[in-house]
């Protein structure tokens, strides 16, 4: 395959997110091969099964997107000790109705940044049940929980020297698995 599309979700709004700042240095990260498409969830509708029939246009999109992608790249900041609602929405959104789920065997990678100590290890733990049970193969290994700190990024909104070489070994695991679950 001489392109693999990558469909990235973060999950934060904020304009000035570090998660959306993470996924942008991350996949500076990737081969040539790989291209990266971060989707749109802060238009979608809040999910409601009465509207499974008449899924909106921006939902239709979505799933497209999601669709269409070779594998998916899942950056999340935690909130409350799980994933937030907006990124929630999403899924529920892509997942639906029951039956029509865009996600079935698309290899995914999760990981996400945050101010705190844990990184977002709990609500990276609560993605990841939730990708299995709609059947998404998602990478076990390396897990990545990043606490935001001086020198993360480089001046040039890059992954920064000191977590370049843990990185570029995630990413490169990342596009082993992905070539595996597309081939």
Not at 25 to 47: C, D, H, M, R, T
Not at 136 to 146: A, D, F, K, R, S
Request: glycine share 10%; net charge positive.
């Amino acid at each position: 395959m001489s392109q693999y599309q990558i469909a990235v979700i973060v999950g934060s709004l904020r304009k000035d997110s570090f998660n959306r700042k993470f996924a942008d240095a991350l996949v500076k990260l990737a081969p040539p091969e790989f291209a990266f498409k971060q989707l749109s969830i802060g238009n979608l509708p809040l999910y409601n099964q009465d509207d499974d029939a008449h899924q909106a246009d921006v939902v239709q999109q979505l799933k497209r997107d999601i669709k269409t992608a070779h594998g998916l790249l899942f950056v999340t900041p935690e909130y409350n000790r799980s994933i937030p609602g907006v990124l929630k929405n999403a899924i529920d959104h892509a997942s639906r109705p029951y039956g029509q789920s865009a996600f079935p065997g698309k290899p995914a990678g999760v990981l996400g940044v945050s101010i705190g100590a844990i990184g977002t290890a709990l609500a990276q733990r609560q993605l990841r049940g939730i990708l299995a049970y709609l059947d998404v193969l998602t990478m076990g290994q390396p897990e990545v929980y990043i606490t935001v700190k001086d020198g993360l990024f480089d001046d040039a909104g890059g992954i920064g020297p000191g977590s370049r070489k843990f990185l570029q070994s995630w990413m490169d695991q990342y596009v082993a698995w992905v070539k595996k679950h597309t081939a």
